[in-house]
């Protein structure tokens, strides 16, 4: 049973330990690097990409992790997660801090300009059965993805503007602007334990 860490900074953190649990992972809270080293692969909850950067220093597990990911290591980043994970943030603050591990240029809170939330029910590449049911919460969009960037969701435009990447994987890292561990549908948590099983 692989055994895969939630950050524990901010955000769903016993949302996504009890997803994690129910798509058949161990699933244990993040906080200390010593936790880090331990576990086969990481989520990143949302919540506020530039706070948790800030946090990931003051725990003194922004190079920990900046390395594990380097070397490897699975990792699911939602809504915040995905923008900490993506090589570039655009519409961030200065201090941003970006891990890496995902060859893609985000935008934040892209989706604010026309709506803050809203739900969506998305063909997500890879999840058999029903679309799933996306919520989006001042999400950020995938804006450039690089050539060895797998793209599994988009939204689609409203007419006359064009569909925007809301979900992506890169080897063994996976991301969504969205929360899917709000929806009690783990299929997409279940897509991250088989990742970090073939790892
Ligand atoms: N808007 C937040 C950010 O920029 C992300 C929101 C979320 O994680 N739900 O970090």
Known sequence: TPNIGVLALQGDVREHVAMLEHAGARATPVRRP???S???GLVLPGGESTTMSRLLESFELLEPLRERIAAGM???GSCAGMILLARQALDGRPDQQQLGGLDVVVR???FGRQVDSFEADLDFAGIA????HAVFIRAPWVEKAGDGVDV??????EPGTVARIVAVRQGAVLATAFHPEVTGDERVHRL??????KA
């Open 152 to 157: 599994l969701a988009e939204v689609p435009g």
């Open 38 to 40: 331990v576990v086969d």
């Open 74 to 76: 699975p990792a699911f």
């Open 192 to 197: 991250f334990v088989d990742l970090v099983r």
């Open 34 to 36: 010593a936790e880090l």
């Open 108 to 110: 934040r809170n892209a």
């Open 129 to 132: 059965g029903p679309p799933v």
